[in-house]
């Protein structure tokens, strides 16, 4: 084809606005269907891909996310989807990217993060950075936490750029620095780019559990809220004195008496919506003799043998009250010495809505102790949670069922912490969820030593992701 001088001008116009547009909608073509979608070629591509994102060392610290930065700018530029990086501190960078849908609906947005903890490469069976595939697994620090999930948002792009299905809402891929250590990635975005996301109604990161037995997926774990930890430290003063002449009301006494009380406090029982779904849902698992209970928490609760049986239960208490938990206690440095102060910290853990200064007065009442100072020590961030009855969670519930018939699928609070809470308050919901279904056995691997995913569940989560993404999108 011969071009004219006029077109030429034209074209390089279009050209110049295209490679400056850092968000870029594709040509619409009538879509193709998840049943017409070649998917071997996309989970070869994708194994191949993760195996190259975990050759990239974003140990943090340091976290030389600018790498993978580029990385996944290079991928995402040889499907035609632009994208931008923001290199918030030398060698610190995140990428946001942005596909097109016609705007009956409000975006979604892919997160992900880019940094992973360190790894002790002597207790490895192979370099934690090498990508290496053994039995049928992809060994490096990230495989679960979380690059293969990035990678899996990663190829819902490639595959929405290349299909093009019709979507009605935006697609935003976002991948983040330093999670791991002090989110200011994420944070960096809220302060400075927020325009170009805020306007989501959901997005999807990393939490979520899914249990895989065998060849079965027993249940999928959709969190949709999580606990905040609002730390405080414990201060008694008091006369200093020789050990050989106890003081009755020394410091350390003092400390003791209401460490005591604390310990020996139960905070009350509450039950958020979440909480009451999940175990109604897992109660179908559950010996017959306790079915009912499960069945009705709201009216379990009110049970004095089902509240002994939470409370001693570590797996399920945190999901019902504040927990306060004593960690770090300090008094004097010598065995002969009576200190002038002594300390304790406790990890206390609230649930999605409360309020912290409340709390505080609750624990001093306990304490009733006026001369022992109770403080604050972290950053305390708001605990939030996402409501449950969501196109999206219904999206992943269709479309794991389709996978996986067998599995509970189900909404989850974490006691740990995500960023989640960091775009809850920008009035985005936010979910933890992925497909990748481990076991309990590869679990373990996530910060801690033989990292690993299933060359399985990259093939399977590459089609699983993007179908929740097209079903959301319809
Ligand atoms: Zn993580």
């Keep these: 084809m011969t071009i004219r001088p006029r077109s030429l001008l034209i074209v390089l116009i279009l050209a110049c606005l295209v490679r400056e547009a850092p968000i870029r909608a594709l040509d619409r073509r009538p879509g193709s269907s998840p049943g017409d979608i070649h998917w071997k070629a996309y989970e070869d591509m994708a194994v191949d891909l993760m195996q190259r994102y975990l050759r ?31 290199e918030y501190t030398p060698g610190r960078a995140n990428i946001i990217a942005r596909i097109k849908g016609d705007g009956s609906k409000r975006p979604i947005i892919l997160l992900s993060h880019m940094d992973v903890v360190t790894a002790d490469a002597a207790k490895w069976r192979v370099d934690p950075f090498s990508g290496e595939i053994l039995e049928g697994s992809i060994y490096g620090r990230g495989a679960l936490d979380m690059k293969s999930e990035g990678l899996l948002q990663l190829m819902t792009m490639i595959i929405i750029a290349r299909e093009r299905p019709h979507l009605t809402r935006d697609v935003v891929f976002l991948a983040t620095a330093d999670e791991e250590v002090g989110d200011t990635g994420s944070i960096w975005m809220i302060a400075n780019k927020s325009n170009l996301f805020k306007d989501a109604e ?126 770090m ?87 740990g912490y995500t960023e989640s809470q960091l ?16 076991t309990s056995q590869e679990n373990e691997g996530v910060h801690g030593n033989n990292e690993r995913i299933t060359v399985e569940n990259v093939r399977e989560g590459t089609q699983e992701m993007y179908e929740v993404l097209a079903t959301l999108g319809r």
């Design 423 to 438: 775009y809850r308050q920008l009035g985005i919901i936010c979910y933890g969820w992925s497909p990748i279904a481990t």
């Design 56 to 86: 990239i060392n974003t140990s943090n610290p340091p976290g030389n996310e600018m790498a993978t930065a580029q990385f996944l700018k290079s991928t995402l530029a040889r499907e035609g989807v632009q994208s931008e990086i923001f």
């Design 202 to 327: 959901y997005l999807v990161t990393e939490g979520g559990d899914n249990l895989r037995e065998g060849e079965t997926v027993k249940y999928v774990g959709v969190d949709v809220a999580e606990k905040a930890p609002y730390w405080l430290q414990l201060t008694a003063a008091g006369e200093p004195g020789h050990g050989s002449r106890p003081i009755a009301d020394s410091a350390p006494n003092r400390l003791v008496r209401a460490m005591d009380k604390i310990v020996g406090y139960e905070t009350p029982m509450k039950v958020l919506p979440a909480v009451e779904k999940f175990f109604r849902d897992i109660a179908p698992l559950q010996p017959v003799n306790v079915r009912a209970k499960f069945e009705n928490v709201r009216e379990a609760i009110k049970d004095p043998k089902f509240v002994k049986f939470v409370a001693g239960s570590r797996e399920y208490n945190f999901m019902f009250r504040n927990t306060i938990a004593l960690t």
């Design 329 to 415: 206690m300090n008094g004097s440095k010598q065995t002969n010495v009576i200190p002038n102060a002594a300390t304790c910290n406790l990890d206390v853990r609230l649930l999605p809505g409360e309020n912290p200064q409340l709390l505080l007065a609750e624990l001093e009442k306990v304490i009733a102790d006026p001369t022992i100072k109770v403080e604050n020590i972290n950053g305390f961030k708001p605990p939030n949670s996402s409501p449950i009855d969501t196109d999206l969670f219904r999206a992943v519930s269709t479309v794991e069922k389709s996978h996986h018939p067998e599995a509970i699928i189900t909404t989850r609070m974490l006691s």
